[in-house]
């Protein structure tokens, strides 16, 4: 079992930079694929990023791609997301999720077994 809290969301203005973090319990956090998905009011659930346990392997959506960072910290059972020069269609709940073991993609949202409640983010233009 695994639970999963996230937290670092708030209003920013748009270029500025916020950093979620995703704290776990549960055993054998260190073997988990961690992901970032996001869901904006009227839009379906997004893929936003992912890591694999070893940290060695990251993935993007396109639209975030130099300006988003995943990476993770096992020792503090935490992953994290450390968002950059953000835009007002950054704007979402953001939720943290983790995957026992991926069978076909890291961005497919029913690869995740285990899911945050959501934080806010919410950039101004």
Request: aromatic share 14%.
């Amino acid at each position: 079992q695994v639970q999963l809290v996230e937290s670092g969301g708030g209003l920013v203005q748009a270029g500025g930079s916020l950093r979620l973090s995703c704290a776990a319990s549960g055993r054998t956090f260190s073997y988990y694929t961690m992901g970032w998905f996001r869901q904006a009011p009227g839009n379906e659930r997004e893929f936003v990023a992912a890591i694999r346990w070893s940290g060695e392997s990251t993935y993007y959506v396109d639209s975030v791609k130099g300006r988003f960072t995943i990476s993770r910290d096992n020792a503090k059972s935490t992953v994290f997301l450390q968002m950059n020069s953000l835009k007002p269609e950054d704007t979402a709940v953001y939720y943290c999720a983790a995957s026992w073991h991926v069978n076909y993609s890291d961005r497919d949202a029913n690869e995740y077994a285990y899911w945050g409640q959501g934080t806010q983010v919410t950039v101004s233009s």
